[in-house]
């Protein structure tokens, strides 16, 4: 599959990524097909879309009469059917294996042969996501930053039997999105969350131990280090429940006691303070 060849792209989950992953398609014309399980969560993604939409009108980079056109290039629906008219999908279910090889698995055997298949898993080994497919060649890791309309990097990466050409497509993809895509080899945790994860699990230890409040943590690196955000706000709006799973992924790859997600995160997680998304992290939120 060539990237003029690609017309239509399958986003399989409308959440956080999914939603952020179908409005950049839709928004540098492709045609898309936006998969959830239900419709109240392709309602939610959709309100997303609309609302991130009309945020780029607001700073000029889009024109009020383009959010409808764009809101139009996106099909939502529940049918892993609908996905046979995809030349390329990219899956963004939650991170867990077991459901991501199930989702992949059905999506393998309703796509087009030619169809490549992208994960944006944040650590789950693409080499090993792959071959749960019959598509290993035209598998490829396409790993979107948070907030998807905003952040410039996508991390690609190939997985041990990507072929040159889906590799090629992909990256091309990437800048026609208006992205800076970067190649990097399959490891747990890739580059940017092998780097990440660690820096916010020990903000969280230092919470955890008095060290300092989550304010003061943050503000040590937002002053001293010049971070933009602190970690553990950046945490929240991750999610902190994605931050222990991709921990316990470091953890279990390379078997290494330095990416033992710290007890506090496992805690918050537990009390269901996942962060923004519902209302309490290591801060609270309206
Ligand atoms: N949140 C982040 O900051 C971030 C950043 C980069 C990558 N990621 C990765 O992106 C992926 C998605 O994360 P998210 O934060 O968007 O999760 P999310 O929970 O916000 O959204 C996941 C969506 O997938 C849907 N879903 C579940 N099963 C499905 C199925 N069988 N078919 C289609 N949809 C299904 C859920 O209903 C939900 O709407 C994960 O692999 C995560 O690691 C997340």
């Given at each position: 599959?060539?990237?003029?060849?690609?017309?239509?792209?399958?986003?399989?989950?409308?959440?956080?990524?999914?939603?952020?992953?179908?409005?950049?398609?839709?928004?540098?014309?492709?045609r898309v097909i936006l998969r959830d399980v239900e419709k109240r969560f392709l309602d939610?993604?959709?309100?997303?879309?609309?609302?991130?939409?009309?945020?780029?009108?607001?700073?000029?980079?889009?024109?009020?009469?383009?959010?409808?056109v764009v809101v139009a290039r996106i099909k939502p629906t529940t049918e892993m059917a609908a996905?046979?008219?995809?030349?390329?999908?990219?899956?963004?279910?939650?991170?867990?294996l077991e459901l991501k090889v199930r989702v992949l698995k059905e999506a393998d055997a309703a796509l087009k042969p030619g169809t490549i298949l992208a994960?944006?898993?944040?650590?789950?080994?693409?080499?090993?996501?792959?071959?749960?497919?019959?598509?290993?060649?035209?598998?490829?890791?396409?790993?979107?930053?948070?907030?998807?309309?905003?952040?410039?990097?996508?991390?690609?990466?190939?997985?041990?039997?990507?072929?040159?050409?889906?590799?090629?497509?992909?990256?091309?993809?990437?800048?026609?999105l208006g992205k800076k895509p970067v190649a990097v080899n399959d490891a747990p945790g890739f580059v940017s969350n092998r780097v990440l994860m660690p820096l916010i699990n020990?903000?969280?230890?230092?919470?955890?131990?008095?060290?300092?409040?989550?304010e003061s943590v943050d503000a040590v690196m937002e002053l001293g280090m010049n971070h933009p955000m602190g970690p553990l706000e950046l945490a929240d709006f991750i999610g902190l429940d994605v931050c222990v799973e991709i921990l316990d992924v470091l953890h279990k790859g390379f078997g290494d006691p330095k990416y033992r997600a710290c007890p506090l995160l496992r805690k918050y997680v537990a009390a269901g303070w996942l962060g923004r998304k519902s209302g309490r992290g290591f801060y609270k939120y309206a």
């Open positions: 599959m060539t990237t003029e060849l690609i017309k239509t792209v399958g986003v399989l989950g409308a959440g956080t990524m999914g939603n952020g992953i179908a409005h950049v398609f839709a928004r540098a014309g492709f939610r993604g959709l309100e997303t879309i609309n609302k991130n939409l009309e945020r780029e009108v607001k700073k000029g980079k889009l024109s009020e009469d383009d959010v409808p996905l046979a008219e995809a030349d390329f999908v990219v899956e963004a279910v939650p991170e867990q994960s944006n898993t944040s650590s789950i080994s693409i080499t090993q996501l792959a071959a749960q497919t019959s598509r290993p060649e035209r598998f490829i890791g396409m790993h979107f930053m948070n907030p998807v309309p905003v952040m410039e990097l996508v991390e690609v990466i190939r997985g041990l039997a990507t072929s040159d050409e889906t590799f090629h497509a992909t990256m091309i993809l990437c800048e026609g020990e903000a969280a230890f230092c919470v955890m131990e008095g060290v300092a409040t989550p």
